[in-house]
């Protein structure tokens, strides 16, 4: 017994020693700027460098609704603080990637300060090199020549990725939400999917088929069904539209999961499950 005793209290000493030589070693904020400080307004590959105000960065991740079930890539990273509030504060996982060696290491350095290392990460890298397609997030404070360079790649990406501009909007793509504070503004757009062609909706039960032809700019969408007007929008993968049959309106909402809708169509009050596919 005395030795099962001694031998408990010799492993809770070490385990005390490991905690505070952790401690001790443990970067601060002061050792990574001792090793590199940056500079506001310090020019970059493509722009200079701005840190984005702490309200605001806590305001663009809130309106991505970032979760700990999210992969974040904040293209164009800086100091990394915006991939480590979303590990800190929302726990995801997330990628900063900024071009300038210096500036990395020094953001990684920071990650290391917050302690978030096993969620956050910052790569040294150029942002239209970087494979980001599996982000469920991205994360954007560049300028507008260069939001526009990465919107193709972004609206080929999964439907539903949610993206947030610091600043600068995505040209005739209009946000799906603006938020306007005392620290600049911030914009999102939520990748559509594509629905663009013709469509027949079949009911589950019954024979009553319909044909709808979409065309779509982005998340708005326009069309006909017989000589009907549709309009409509998409979020993501969700989408909405509406037009008259006869004198009544006829609603569709779904979910597009490539050339499929999986819809409820509702007519006079009533509500049917339909299945759209593209011609």
């Not at 978030?116 to 790569?123: D, N, S």
């Not at 239209?128 to 982000?135: I, L, P």
Request: with cysteine.
């Amino acid at each position: 017994m005395a030795t099962q005793q001694r031998l408990f209290a010799r492993a809770a000493a070490l385990v005390l020693l490991a905690g505070l030589t952790s401690l001790v070693d443990a970067k601060t904020r002061a050792d990574c700027e001792k090793e590199y400080t940056p500079q506001r307004a310090q020019e970059g590959k493509d722009v200079i460098w701005v840190p984005t105000e702490d309200a605001l960065v806590l305001r663009m991740l809130a309106m991505a609704k970032v979760t700990p079930a999210d992969k974040v890539y904040d293209l164009g990273a800086g100091d990394g603080k915006i991939a480590i509030a979303a590990g800190k504060h929302f726990g995801a996982t997330a990628v900063g990637v900024e071009y300038d060696p210096d500036l990395a290491r020094h953001a990684q350095c920071l990650v290391e300060v917050e302690r978030v290392q096993e969620r956050v990460k910052i790569v040294q890298g150029d942002i239209f090199a970087t494979d980001f397609n599996d982000a469920t997030v991205v994360m954007l404070y560049l300028l507008p020549a260069l939001n526009l360079q990465l919107r193709p790649t972004l609206l080929e990406m999964k439907p539903g990725t949610r993206v947030v501009s610091n600043s600068f909007t995505m040209g005739d793509w209009d946000p799906d939400e603006q938020a306007d504070t005392n620290e600049g503004s911030a914009y999102l757009w939520i990748v559509p999917a594509k629905v663009d062609g013709a469509w027949t909706f079949r009911p589950a039960t019954g024979k009553e088929i319909f044909d709808v032809s979409l065309e779509q700019t982005f998340q708005n969408l326009k069309g006909f069904a017989g000589d009907a007007l549709v309009t409509g929008k998409l979020s993501g993968p969700n989408v909405d539209f509406a037009f008259m049959h006869g004198e009544k309106q006829t609603h569709v909402t779904g979910t597009v999961d490539g050339d499929r809708i999986s819809a409820t169509v509702t007519r006079d009050g009533r509500a049917t499950a339909y299945v759209g596919s593209r011609k």
